[in-house]
């Protein structure tokens, strides 16, 4: 029953921006730890993000200053702000759900969004 649903990914020009929601369903959104990763063929997945219930953020170097998470727990969403995109930073976006009472367990992961980054 537990659903999460990535969204607003697609294709963007380099330079341009793109905004992703992950929307939450069948858990207690303020009770997770949400996380953003992504995948690029022939790549490791990467951990992008991470947003605690109270907004704290940690995001990862190598997108630092052009990425950024929010929350809207009243929404059960979290989204993931894109800017300056490069062609590099084509690959499939996922979100992912830790409990805080389980630290170091990922619950949940959806099924993630394409987003392509053309020269």
């Known amino acids: 029953q537990v659903q999460l649903v990535e969204s607003g990914g697609g294709l963007v020009q380099a330079g341009g921006s793109l905004r992703l929601s992950c929307a939450a369903s069948?858990?207690?959104?303020?009770?997770?730890?949400m996380d953003w990763y992504r995948q690029a063929p022939g790549k490791e997945r990467e951990l992008l993000a991470r947003?605690?219930?109270?907004?704290?953020?940690s995001i990862t170097d190598s997108v630092k200053g052009r990425f950024t998470a929010s929350r809207d727990n009243s929404k059960s969403t979290v989204y993931l702000q894109m800017n300056s995109l490069r062609p590099e930073d084509t690959a499939v976006y996922y979100c992912?759900?830790?409990?805080?009472?389980?630290?170091?367990?990922?619950?949940?992961w959806g099924q993630g969004t394409q987003v392509t980054v053309s020269s």
């Open positions: 947003i605690t219930p109270g907004g704290s953020t």
């Open positions: 992912a759900a830790v409990h805080v009472g389980r630290p170091g367990t990922t619950d949940y």
């Open positions: 069948g858990l207690t959104f303020a009770r997770y730890v």
